[in-house]
């Protein structure tokens, strides 16, 4: 991807799957052009699945799924009710929320 005349390395295009498996570090076979991605503090991007009508509407534009980089989409996980510290559990694993940081800046 090149952007203002630089090539950019990115793993942002997902693609949408059925089933995963997810680790400590994120989950199996995802791709990632940050270092500081797939650690125990950044295993996992969630995000709601509320928010895409919202931005298509601003954009104008009907944006695929996952269109974010995230690994996970999900209906309900709304920043009204789920706060940073809550925990989560995805099958056997148990995710404990924390805020978004940009990916460069750890």
């Known amino acids: 991807m090149t952007a ?3 090539e950019l390395k990115t793993a942002i295009r997902k693609r ?3 089933r995963a498996a997810l680790t400590t570090v994120g989950i199996v076979g995802d791709e990632s052009s ?3 991605h797939h650690t125990l503090d950044r295993a996992l991007h ?3 699945l509320e928010h895409y009508p919202v931005i298509e509407r601003r954009l104008e534009v009907r944006l695929p799924r996952p269109a974010f980089g995230e690994n996970l989409s ?3 996980l709304l920043e009204e009710t789920v ?3 809550h925990r989560l ?3 056997r694993t148990i995710c404990v929320l924390r805020s978004r940081q940009n990916a460069a800046r750890p």
Do not use: L, N, T
Request: hydrophobic content about 45%; proline content about 5%; aromatic content about 10%.
């Open 34 to 36: 940050e270092s500081v």
């Open 83 to 85: 706060f940073v510290g």
């Open 89 to 91: 559990r995805i099958g």
């Open 4 to 6: 203002a005349g630089h």
């Open 46 to 48: 969630i995000f709601p």
């Open 74 to 76: 999900a209906h309900g």
């Open 16 to 18: 949408s799957i059925d």
